[in-house]
C-alpha cells in the first residue's frame, strides 16, 4: 500500500483549482486546495495506516480521485481514544468527467469492506446524486439537518470590505510573530479535544500554498493567543481560503473570528470558507455560522438535499 504523499496531493489541488474555475459550486468537503492541504498535513502522521487513495487518469490528466478515510482507534495520550467506527469517503471529479464517480464508489466498496460507508454529495451535483442513489446510498436526514453534521461552501468578492475591528488591547500577529508551540496551543485552546501537535504543523508548515504571514492570530491583552485562522492564497485562481477559524473558548462571541477574516482582504482576491457542524468540533456552530454570514458570504452549495 503506498501512502498518499505530496506528489499525490499537489494533483489533487490542481483538480480542485480547475473545478474552482469552472465550477466552484461543485467542489466537495475537504477537496479545496486549502482543506486538502490542511487535512493531509495535520492527520498524516496518526491517521495515515488508515487512509487508501486512488486517482483516475484521462488522456495524462487527473480526473478524478477518491481519498478513503477507514476506520481507526488511536490513543490521545490521555487515556481516551480518538476513534471512527465507520468509513467516510472523499472525493472530487472533473466536471467533464462526473460519471467516474460510479468507479470511485465501485473502489470504494472494495478498500472499505463491511463496515459502514458515508460520503458527502453537494446540493448542486444533481449527477453525482443520481450516481449514489443508483449505488444505494441513502440520503442521511439526521445528518443532513440544521443540527447534523453538513459543510457549507461561502464565498464572497473583496468589495466594500468593512475594515477589521478588534476589541480594546488585542492586537492581530502572525505565526512568524509567535514560537510553534505557542501557534499550536492557539489552535488546541480553540479546537477542543484536537490532537494537533509541533510535529504535525512542522508538515502543515511545509504544505503548500501554507504561508506563516499568513496564518493569523489575535493576541488578548494579557497575551493569550485568543483566535487562530490559516488563510491558504491560492494565486493561480485569485482566492484565499479560511480553514481552520477556531476562538478560544473564554474570548468567544467578541467578534475576533470576524476580525480574523476581514483582516485579510488584497484587491481582486475572493474570500472562501467552509463551516458547518462537521468542521467545528469544540465550536459554538451557531457562532461560526453567524460570524461567516455576517461578513456577508455567498453559499455556493451544501450537501444534497
Known sequence: ???????????????????????????????????LAWVWAKD???????????????????????????????????GTFRESKTANLLWQAHPGRAALLAEILDWYDDVAGGVDRLLTVQSADAQAQAIVGAHGYAFDAEAGSDNGSWVQFNTRELTDVPYPVLPEGFRFLTAGDVAAA?????????????????????????????????HVLVAAPDGTLAATAIIWLDEATQTAEFEPVGTHRDFRRRGLGTALQLHFAPPGISLMSNTGPSLAAGCDVPIQLHMLWRIQHQAESKPWP
Open 1 to 35: 500500500m503506498e501512502n498518499l504523499g505530496p506528489t499525490e496531493l499537489k494533483l489533487m489541488q490542481g483538480l480542485a483549482q480547475e473545478v474552482t474555475a469552472l465550477r466552484p459550486e461543485l467542489l466537495n468537503g475537504d477537496a479545496t486546495v486549502g482543506e
Open 44 to 78: 498524516f502522521d496518526a491517521l495515515n495506516p488508515s487512509w487508501r487513495h486512488r486517482l483516475w487518469f484521462t488522456d495524462g490528466r487527473l480526473a478524478a480521485w477518491g481519498w478513503a478515510h477507514l476506520p481507526y482507534r488511536i490513543p490521545r495520550g490521555d
Open 182 to 214: 505557542d501557534a499550536v496551543k492557539a489552535h488546541r485552546d480553540a479546537w477542543h479535544l484536537s490532537a494537533f501537535t509541533e510535529h504535525a504543523f512542522e508538515r502543515v508548515r511545509r504544505t503548500w500554498p501554507y504561508r506563516a504571514d499568513l
